[in-house]
């Protein structure tokens, strides 16, 4: 009598309940729907649904700020752009540690990181730019700030690391544009505490929340937004946090846990 194959016969085990001991992959994958409707990315081990993505059907907008190269550009940078109901400069340089680790250095680790841990979340996500180069600038935060209005995206988050020399200055804070947004930064900013990073000391009250209506960023985006200042990078403390790949990764960890607070 010939034998069953392992393939054949790893079903049927499964079904009475018998250890198994070959190997089941994990993989995500789209699943059947009805007619004119798209399903949601679910978790699939060995073909068996196990539970619907956590950010499935969500658009992200993660905005890296600043760009490496845009001091090389200054006549670029300093066009003036619509910033909501005013007019300001493109962009700028960003800040840097006292040994030269630039923000936008900072600010595109960060949000790689965190554009990869909503993907494997299952939301979909914009970065307004695909790279940390000296040869490039911009882009402009007029279009930072529209960045996914046409998209319906459900949320933006801006990164960015502070350059304060205030004595003594450190800790993180979270800015809204409006009362709305603010919300939102009360949920980030819940996520980076418990994640064990201190609100500022020297801005926002103390309190790890600021309302400012001069970021463009903010101002022309359809969607709530925040603008997180992750650190001072003129502080030892915080800037031995913010140039290391482990302090980056809890960065975006920390970020990524307030976004699906928010949106799940």
């Avoid at 729907?33 to 990315?41: C, L, S, T, Y």
């Avoid at 995206?153 to 020399?165: E, I, M, P």
């Avoid at 209506?213 to 603008?227: E, K």
């Amino acid at each position: 009598m010939r034998r069953p194959r392992a393939a054949a016969v790893a079903p049927l085990l499964l079904l009475l309940g018998a250890p198994l001991s070959v190997s089941l992959s994990v993989s995500l994958s789209w699943q059947p729907a009805g007619a004119g409707e798209v399903a949601p990315p679910q978790e699939i081990v060995a073909g068996h649904v196990l539970r619907p993505l956590p950010l499935a059907g969500r658009h992200v907008v993660v905005d890296p700020g600043h760009q490496l190269g845009n001091a090389r550009f200054p006549a670029e940078t300093a066009r003036l752009v619509e910033a909501g109901g005013f007019r300001k400069a493109c962009n700028t340089s960003g800040t840097a540690t006292d040994a030269g680790y630039p923000e936008a250095t900072f600010t595109w680790e960060v949000s790689r990181r965190l554009a990869e841990r909503l993907r494997r979340a299952g939301a979909t996500v914009t970065l307004t730019r695909d790279g940390d180069s000296a040869d490039r600038w911009g882009p402009c935060v007029d279009e930072r700030g529209t960045a996914g209005n046409a998209e319906g995206a459900d949320l933006k988050v801006s990164v960015h690391g502070d350059g304060s020399y205030a004595a003594g200055a450190h800790g993180f804070h979270v800015i809204a544009g409006d009362e709305a947004s603010l919300r939102v930064a009360e949920v980030v900013r819940g996520a980076l505490q418990d994640a064990g990073f201190a609100p500022a000391t020297y801005v926002a009250g103390g309190d790890g929340l600021d309302l400012r209506t001069d970021l463009a960023t903010l101002n022309l985006s359809a969607m709530p937004a925040v603008l997180v200042e992750l650190g001072n990078m003129r502080d030892a403390g915080d800037a031995a946090v913010m140039t290391s790949p482990a302090g980056q990764e809890r960065f975006a960890s920390a970020l990524a846990s307030g976004v699906r607070r928010w949106l799940r």
